[in-house]
């Protein structure tokens, strides 16, 4: 069995070494036939990876232990659903997860354009295929899921139980955590694939901007749906009260969403204005290869982490990878500067080109500071002195940045293009402006001391402020006109025109993420805190008291289980129940912590024993104001990137909407 | 007002504001890495900087004292445990990791005391077996097909 699966990896391979040769050279030799072979031999790619893959998972759920990664990652008593996640629980299976997104995505790519895009087909997939390649290299030679283990000449098979998936994973975000970033990894793809096609045929136009535009938005919704879910799994499984610490693999995946984020929004200034050509390109390849980049930051042990894997021999393949890669992208847009070259410059500093212009250099500076911290330690090593920043450093660089950030969510969408005067920002800005004064005002009389709290609170204000006078201004106009209620008119409205109103519902998104975040400046903690059964202890406005230690076993772990009194003010809230769990096979102890969610504030109680005092408890306690808000948020973003990728009800364009514009050719027209 | 100098100003205020602020950062967030034979070395520098230990924990040595532990810190791993130690002693408020036991690969985080003992006030911890599990007992060792 596990022989057919590596014969499945050895053939992809082969045939995916094939599709690049085939495509490139039916491009070159203009044999079409080739090139059609070619993409046939994308979907064998995907079929044999997905053989291997079938046969993993039917490894793991039958527990054949005579294999080294059933044996790490699988155990009898394991649920099924843990069995299926476990493909993805330990380094061989990931990358296997990997290849096999990369090549289900290929094989979509190359069936949708089948028809289209002769021209640029044969460097997709050759762009493609090659980076399958090197992801095959590794699953096929260097980190085979299928070793078993040997006993002097003949296969081991006295093992009869695994050690079971980490702890730590054995968790639901944690289960469709992975998947999800690795979507939005792995799809970065498409839309770079696209930009070298495009380069590679030196066509200068934004045809692989607007073909791409749906995948980028897509995999930056899986990736921004990775990165929140992964904050949930640390805030729910860690255990130390906290969702976000700037820890190497956190801002691994943090990284590639700021330059995509910027992506995002420098591309429209390539539709409309037909500028940042070049930049555009740095862009679209800087977040790949920073993809490419964060899965080898969790795989080669290069940065010390809670949760990267452990030291493994990938290391200098990925680095020649990344380096031939990069290299190749760099030399590929020098040598096409004279396509790229831009059709309008810059005017006016108030004007919607250059709060754009600004939005990419801060998320830019952002991810300098990030990517510096992160290999802070790697940089100091090799020039003799090695040393670490921590969470300070991270904080005081990109608050303020991300205030800016803030700042210009409000003011950019309605800034004119070109320049704008005074008077007009006056008229846009003063209600959101005196509203954002006001909040801040308000807190600082309540009480609220901090700066960052009070500018980001005003902010958040501001910027709800201006998208909600954007809605009500634009269905006002369409109620008057049909006479129709405003709710309709709002439908109406976004109906119109999906991209810019699904963008301010993304905004608003982003708003109560802030609004989250910030509520973190006033977190409570009381760690450590000794107390016997019937012992209780306060925090904040509440009272806990340990009532009970109940204690128990199943043939996965052991247990003890709290039974913590809540009340508030005096008042009853009812039990608490923060587990402690000890994984058999692994060998492992694990935190279940309590988490009671209220739109203001979280409680969040983790415990440990005592191994000396077996009627005593250590007990952490957290209130966390706000944290909801960062969840609620990513369901408006989701939500409003689903309106975005709705297609229009019309492509008709009047004028004011040639502004902002449904698509850039319309825009064009205008100019 | 020339166009290079009009978005040249805001453009280096903002990144100027960030150089300095990174460049400001407080010494108590910067944190050297050193092993323990390098920490004996350092001498009184050892006392002034923020450092980062790396070692392993031996076998045995973890007491608690009150809400303080004290364990003995070695640099290398295995039965052995030969090579230089250090003696720590945890002081911080976060509760140890739940990898921090015999044997397991830390880094303790603090600094040297005058005394020659070493004053963290965060340790982590991975154990031997942290992803990547340890062979199965018995003399096997593995090989890919």
């Not at chain 1, 729910?236 to 009260?241: E, T």
């Amino acid at each position: 069995m596990e022989n057919v699966g590596a014969l499945a990896i050895l053939l992809a391979f082969c045939f995916a070494i094939y599709a690049i040769a085939a495509s490139l050279i039916g491009k070159w030799a203009k044999r079409s036939l080739l090139i059609v072979s070619a993409e046939r031999a994308v979907y064998c790619v995907w079929a044999l990876i997905t053989t291997a893959v079938g046969i993993l998972i039917y490894l793991l759920h039958t527990g054949d232990f005579r294999l080294s990664y059933v044996y790490e990652t699988s155990n009898v008593a394991m649920s099924p659903l843990y069995k299926f996640t476990a493909w993805w629980g330990g380094m061989e299976g990931s990358l296997m997860l990997w290849s096999w997104l990369l090549s289900t995505y290929a094989a979509v790519v190359v069936f949708q354009n089948r028809k289209k895009f002769r021209n640029l087909m044969p460097y997709v997939t050759g762009v493609v295929m090659t980076v399958q390649t090197f992801f095959l290299t590794l699953n096929a030679f260097v980190e085979s899921p299928f070793k078993v283990f040997w006993a002097g000449k003949g296969v081991r098979t006295d093992l009869v139980d695994g050690q079971g998936l980490n702890p730590l994973l054995q968790y639901w975000t944690m289960a469709i955590h992975p998947p999800m970033l690795y979507l939005g990894y792995v799809g970065f793809i498409v839309p770079f694939a696209f930009a070298m096609a495009s380069l590679a045929t030196k066509q200068p136009g934004e045809e692989w901007i607007n073909t791409t535009r749906r995948w980028t938005l897509v995999t930056w919704l899986f990736q921004s749906t990775g990165v929140l879910l992964g904050m949930n799994w640390a805030y729910s499984i860690l255990g130390w009260g906290g969702y976000w610490e700037w820890d190497p693999v956190e801002n691994a995946s943090l990284l590639p969403w700021i330059t995509a984020t910027a992506f995002l929004h420098s591309v429209m200034m390539q539709e409309k204005k037909g500028m940042m050509k070049v930049w555009n390109m740095v862009l679209v390849s800087t977040t790949f290869w920073l993809c490419i980049f964060g899965t080898a930051l969790t795989r080669t042990g290069i940065a010390q982490s809670v949760h990267a894997f452990g030291e493994s021999p990938l290391g200098p393949y990925f680095y020649t990878f990344l380096a031939l890669g990069i290299g190749g992208t760099a030399w590929l847009i020098l040598s096409r500067l004279d396509y790229l070259k831009s059709e309008a410059q810059l005017e006016s500093v108030l004007s919607r080109e250059s709060s754009f212009m600004f939005n990419n250099l801060v998320l830019l500076a952002a991810s300098f500071a990030i990517l510096w911290g992160t290999l802070l330690p790697v940089i100091s090593e090799a020039m003799g002195d090695k040393h670490s920043v921590d969470v300070p450093f991270f904080n005081r660089i990109n608050i303020p940045i991300a205030l800016f950030l803030l700042l210009l969510t409000g003011v950019g969408p309605l800034i004119a293009w070109r320049r704008s005067s005074f008077e007009s920002l006056k008229r846009a800005f003063m209600w959101p402006t005196i509203a954002g004064v006001a909040v801040s005002v308000g807190l600082a009389i309540a009480g609220v001391r901090q700066i960052y709290p009070l500018i980001s609170f005003m902010l958040c204000t501001f910027v709800l402020m201006t998208v909600a006078i954007e809605f009500t201004k634009g269905a006002n106009a369409i109620r008057t006109k049909s006479g129709t209620n405003m709710l309709m008119s709002m439908m109406e409205l976004t109906h119109r025109n999906t991209r810019r109103y699904g963008g301010y519902i993304v905004h608003i998104g982003i708003v109560i993420i802030f609004v989250g975040i910030t509520g973190s400046a006033f977190k409570v903690e009381q760690k450590g805190k000794e107390l016997k059964i019937g012992q209780s202890t306060q925090i904040g406005n509440y009272t806990l008291k340990v009532d009970a230690m109940g204690v128990g076993a199943n043939a996965n772990y052991r247990w003890w289980r709290l039974d913590l009194g809540v009340s508030k003010n005096g008042e009853s809230l009812g039990e608490m129940h923060p587990e402690r769990r000890f994984y058999i096979n692994k060998e492992q102890l694990d935190s279940e912590v309590a988490i009671r969610h209220r739109l203001n504030e979280d409680l969040y109680i983790n415990f440990r024993t005592d191994d000396d005092n077996p009627d005593q408890v250590i007990l952490d306690s957290y209130i966390n104001p706000l944290t909801t808000w960062v969840w609620m948020g990513y369901f408006v973003i989701l939500f409003g990137t689903i309106i975005c990728l709705t297609p229009p009800k019309t492509r008709m364009v009047w004028p004011r909407m040639e502004v902002v514009g449904i698509a850039g050719k319309h825009a064009k027209v205008e100019e | 007002m020339n166009r290079y100098l009009k978005f040249g100003i805001p453009v280096t205020a903002i990144l100027g504001t960030l150089v300095w602020l990174a460049v400001s950062t407080p010494k108590e967030s910067v944190g050297y890495f050193k092993t323990i034979p390098e920490v004996k070395q350092m001498g009184e520098q050892a006392q002034v900087k923020h450092l980062r230990v790396n070692g392993y924990v031996k076998e045995g040595s973890i007491a608690h004292e009150g809400s303080k532990t004290v364990f003995m810190l070695v640099e290398n791993p295995g039965d052995g445990n030969v090579g230089d130690n250090l003696k720590v002693v945890y002081t911080g408020d976060d509760p140890l990791p739940d990898t921090f036991k015999d044997r397991a690969q830390a880094l303790a985080d603090g600094k040297l005391g005058a005394d020659g003992v070493f004053h963290a006030t965060q340790i982590q911890a991975k154990c031997a077996s942290k992803y990547e599990a340890a062979p199965p007992p018995a003399s096997a060792s593995s090989k890919p097909i």
